[in-house]
């Protein structure tokens, strides 16, 4: 009887495509001046693959990478490593801009995860400070820079959506050169009712065949 319980219960629980797993990274979640494989960006790259300047007070909306090899503004700039480059408006190669906020956005996709169960671990740097961050058009309190001699750390752990999400960072300059630069991990588990991994399913399936012998062996 116990037997034929625990297979109903392992039964019903597969069928719901509940999984086990433990949280999974959030792929499509990149750095700042990285390629799709997360390498970083050579200097004077136009355009990154994963943020757009959506808001600015004048000038250019494209965007270029900077690193040590352009020298100025990098030193003072915190200087390069192999997870993120500098990226800001391409007006000219030391970054230069009006005064005013810049809005810098990139996305990633939740598609199969559960949002409530997501977060995201980081650092950035601005140049001149990070006067907020977003997460689909909300603002995270409390979450901005002291400038870009030192990263500043945020984590955000609610306001995620099922599907695409957008991160907006707003940087003020106060003139001269502007820069952002965003280094950060996320993960989340599945969603309910996702497909459990054939792994996961393997596992159950020798839980049941033991379960199964065991009763055997003993009558």
């Given at each position: 009887?116990?037997?034929?319980?625990?297979?109903?219960?392992?039964?019903?629980?597969?069928?719901?495509?509940?999984?086990?797993?433990?949280?999974?990274?959030?792929?499509?979640?990149?750095?700042?001046?990285?390629?799709?494989?997360?390498?970083?960006?050579?200097?004077?790259?136009?355009?990154?693959?994963?943020?757009?300047l959506v808001s600015v007070p004048g000038g250019t909306s494209t965007i270029m990478?900077?690193?040590?090899?352009?020298?100025?503004?990098?030193?003072?700039?915190?200087?390069?490593?192999?997870?993120?480059?500098?990226?800001?408006?391409?007006?000219?190669?030391?970054?230069?801009?009006?005064?005013?906020?810049?809005?810098?956005?990139?996305?990633?996709?939740?598609?199969?995860?559960?949002?409530?169960?997501?977060?995201?671990?980081?650092?950035?740097?601005?140049?001149?400070?990070?006067?907020?961050?977003?997460?689909?058009?909300?603002?995270?309190?409390?979450?901005?820079?002291?400038?870009?001699?030192?990263?500043?750390?945020?984590?955000?752990?609610?306001?995620?959506?099922?599907?695409?999400?957008?991160?907006?960072?707003?940087?003020?300059?106060?003139?001269?050169?502007?820069g952002l630069r965003v280094e950060m991990t996320g993960d989340a588990s599945a969603?309910?009712?996702?497909?459990?991994?054939?792994?996961?399913?393997?596992?159950?399936?020798?839980?049941?065949?033991?379960?199964?012998?065991?009763?055997?062996?003993?009558?």
């Amino acid at each position: 009887m116990k037997f034929n319980r625990m297979v109903m219960i392992s039964t019903a629980f597969l069928s719901l495509g509940i999984s086990v797993a433990q949280a999974s990274p959030i792929t499509t979640l990149y750095n700042t001046g990285v390629d799709a494989s997360g390498v970083v960006l050579a200097n004077g790259v136009i355009g990154d693959p994963h943020y757009s300047l959506v808001s600015v007070p004048g000038g250019t909306s494209t965007i270029m990478t900077r690193t040590s090899a352009g020298g100025y503004p990098i030193g003072p700039w915190l200087a390069d490593d192999a997870l993120s480059d500098w990226i800001g408006p391409a007006n000219n190669s030391q970054l230069n801009g009006p005064v005013g906020d810049f809005t810098y956005r990139t996305s990633f996709d939740l598609t199969g995860f559960n949002p409530l169960s997501a977060s995201i671990t980081g650092k950035w740097a601005t140049d001149n400070p990070g006067t907020s961050l977003l997460l689909n058009g909300i603002v995270a309190v409390g979450m901005k820079t002291t400038g870009y001699t030192v990263w500043s750390p945020f984590i955000l752990t609610s306001g995620f959506i099922a599907g695409i999400n957008t991160l907006d960072f707003v940087v003020h300059n106060n003139g001269g050169p502007t820069g952002l630069r965003v280094e950060m991990t996320g993960d989340a588990s599945a969603a309910i009712g996702a497909v459990p991994e054939p792994a996961t399913l393997a596992l159950f399936g020798l839980g049941l065949m033991g379960v199964a012998l065991g009763r055997r062996r003993k009558h």
